[in-house]
């Protein structure tokens, strides 16, 4: 069921058409006449919203009043006039609008029409009951005009569409005091579940990974022009389907059984079927399908592994409620690993073997740290000797050169000494010769 909340009383979609170069007609809607990019405004209008679609990534489109002036989207009045901008069109609220002609100047794109509406509402799609823990929902939402369904490329990124669920705190619940949890939202883009991109239709990517309980679903659509919410209770319950790993006798087997139960009195057990993906060690998948359920329990046992690791076991099931409804579920992920035996114990000879082994290793290790200590101590030999003779023959050879040194300073003082006796010699003595004693 579709639910509609009105946004505005009174609302004139524009959506123009321009050419590339310059200003193009503006066919209208229910109307044969032409117009240069212009449209009318009466005085019964108290306020209107213009949605345009521009060329992407170009300028926004500045308005022409009925007395010439102008607004731009960084000067316009900010009391009666809120003015959105996205790469691909504006989207512009008006108080009061003036009664008149008006004109729009832009890139807008080629063939866009105008049409007078007199409300905006949102449609949202009901949450469906029972909803399951788990499932893949698809929900879709609408901007609509005097019931029309409004498509405008490029709205995806003028809206923002924002999904709450909040806990309606009762203490029998999973969800008790879970407070308020973002779980999606809603987009035009031809991405997910979204079937085609600009159509006009906003489709949900709800997360129903979510404790089970009662709560209220809170749809929010806004921009800096409107904002408007959609609210509806309903319960999410718990996951009609259970699926758990047996404990196995012999671990070492590689061979897993998959104890599976599910709740007859939701879903048919004819029409359930059981999707799995074994990821092992290696990377390698190994897909699983079970199904032609008979009972409301079942054990399946699972493709023997042999690689030793860690594995990784994804499920997913399709069924059918038996009110008719069609559901998609994703379970909880199983784990379990295929772990390596340990190796069987030595036989007597092969520890012998190793014993016998282990000794000649030791007696090398012996023998080489014996010659390896032998050379070190020969080595340290050489070199105190190097080091003696060095110091032997540098102090004979001092010794020489200190014998030298005296040796020559002994000559020295010989020398002075004799230089100082001949100054000591009075010259002006005269010889023997010149004073002849005893003589007649």
């Not at 009318?40 to 022409?64: C, F, K, Q």
Request: hydrophobic share 40%; with cysteine.
């Amino acid at each position: 069921m579709i639910r509609r909340v009105k946004l505005f009383t009174a609302f004139v979609l524009c959506y123009l058409s321009i050419s590339a170069v310059a200003l193009a007609n503006v066919v209208l809607s229910n109307h044969a006449s032409e117009l240069k990019n212009r449209f009318r405004i009466d005085h019964m209008v108290d306020s209107m919203t213009l949605l345009i679609h521009r060329e992407y990534g170009s300028a926004p489109v500045v308005i022409v009043l009925p007395d010439g002036s102008k607004w731009y989207v960084n000067r316009h009045p900010e009391a009666t006039v809120t003015w959105m901008e996205g790469l691909t069109g504006d989207m512009i609220t008006i108080k009061k609008p003036m009664p008149g002609p008006w004109q729009l100047l832009g890139q807008v794109v080629e063939g866009s029409v105008i049409e007078k509406v007199s409300a905006l509402s949102v449609d949202v799609d009901a949450i469906p009951q029972p909803l399951f823990q788990g499932e893949r929902l698809k929900l879709t939402a609408r901007l609509l005009g005097d019931e029309q369904k409004v498509r405008l490329p490029g709205l995806d990124f003028m809206m923002n569409w924002t999904a709450r669920f909040i806990s309606k705190n009762n203490t029998a619940d999973e969800n008790y005091a879970a407070g308020t949890i973002i779980v999606g939202a809603y987009r035009d883009n031809g991405e997910a579940l979204d079937e085609q991109p600009d159509d006009g239709v906003f489709t949900s990517d709800l997360n129903l990974e979510q404790p089970w309980g009662d709560y209220t679903l809170q749809v929010q659509a806004k921009n800096t022009v409107l904002e408007r919410e959609y609210s509806q209770e309903f319960r999410l319950s718990k996951r009609p389907i259970t699926v758990a790993l047996l404990e196995t006798d012999n671990p070492d087997s590689g061979i897993w059984t998959l104890d599976i139960q599910i709740d007859d009195e939701v879903l048919l057990l004819e029409q359930t079927h059981l999707e799995a993906e074994i990821m092992g060690p290696t990377g390698k998948v190994i897909p699983v399908t079970v199904a032609h359920f008979s009972d409301k329990q079942t054990q399946f046992i699972l493709p023997r592994v042999i690689d030793f690791g860690s594995y990784d076991l994804k499920l997913n099931a399709v069924s059918t409620t038996h009110d008719g409804r069609e559901i998609y579920l994703t379970l909880p992920e199983l784990f379990f690993n295929l772990i390596q035996p340990p190796e069987p114990p030595p036989s007597e000879e092969e520890l012998a073997a190793r014993a016998e082994a282990i000794a000649k290793a030791e007696e090398q290790q012996a023998k080489e740290k014996a010659i390896v200590l032998l050379v070190s101590i020969n080595v340290v030999l050489v070199i105190i000797g190097i080091v003696v003779l060095l110091f032997i023959r540098k102090r004979s050879n001092l010794k020489k050169a200190l014998a030298a040194t005296e040796a020559r300073l002994e000559k020295e003082i010989r020398r002075e000494k004799v230089l100082l006796e001949l100054d000591q010699i009075d010259l002006t003595m005269p010889e023997d010769t010149d004073n002849p004693v005893g003589k007649s």
